[in-house]
């Protein structure tokens, strides 16, 4: 392992232990075994996440969020991580709301330390049940909340990527991305541009160091 390698930390939004499971652990499968990264895997199945309540605990004493449950190993992995990959199943045209739950209660990561997720590298990969079912719209939610933390957004480029892994299960679960070769040549080249990027990062940073 040399110094550049590269914390990557895949999380699923869903519910589930489905399409979006499938497509997360695909996506760090294949940084792992291209990109040499080291990666790590938190799904929300079964994980409780509570609502940010805006008590503003986490803004007037700093020291995170006063609601203690299954944000604190997500915490935890979030300082760990170089680079993060968010999948999301679509619900309503738009992020699902386990996904957004978990988003809000990062704002306790950021008050306590305002640096916290600043110059690390976010992806997004986003599952429909419908080929165009708000796949783009979900995947720009997570790439909204990386600019807001002061990461570095980043999808797979023109020409079949574009704005990170765009799947489409026809709501047949992991059988439905597997057979979604468009989908995960998406993702794959979402993971690479995210490795480049991350590496750059990496390197600056221990020039720097
Ligand atoms: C509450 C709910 C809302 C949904 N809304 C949409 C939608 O707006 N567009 C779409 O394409 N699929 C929609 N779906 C289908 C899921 O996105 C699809 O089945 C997806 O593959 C589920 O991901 P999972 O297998 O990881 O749970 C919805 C499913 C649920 C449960």
């Known amino acids: 392992m040399n110094n550049t390698t590269i914390n990557l930390l895949g999380i699923s939004g869903s519910p589930r232990l489905a399409s979006t499971d499938y497509v997360v652990r695909d996506g760090l499968d294949y940084a792992s075994e291209k990109h040499g990264a080291e990666t790590e895997y ?10 940010c309540i805006h008590c503003d605990f986490c803004v007037r004493k700093r020291e995170g969020c006063i609601q203690k449950d299954g944000m604190e190993e997500i915490y935890e992995r979030l300082l760990w991580a170089d680079a993060m990959l ?8 738009n992020l699902s709301g386990q996904t957004k739950a978990m988003l809000d209660r990062c704002r306790a990561l950021v008050a306590a330390n305002p640096a916290a997720l600043r110059d690390k590298v976010g992806a997004a990969a986003a599952v429909g049940g419908d080929r165009v079912g708000g796949q783009e719209l979900a995947i720009r939610s997570i790439l909204d ?11 797979g480029g023109s020409f079949g990527a574009n704005l990170g892994g765009t799947f489409w299960s026809r709501d047949k679960g992991a059988d439905g991305v597997r057979e979604d070769a468009d989908g995960i040549m998406s993702m794959h080249r979402t993971i690479d541009r995210m490795i480049v990027v991350a590496e750059m990062l990496k390197q600056r940073g221990d020039t720097d160091a």
Request: proline share 7%.
């Open 42 to 51: 938190i799904t929300l199945h079964k994980r409780t996440i509570g609502f």
């Open 86 to 93: 968010i999948g999301t199943p679509v619900y309503q045209g």
């Open 145 to 155: 909340f990386y600019v807001i933390s002061e990461m570095i957004p980043v999808g």
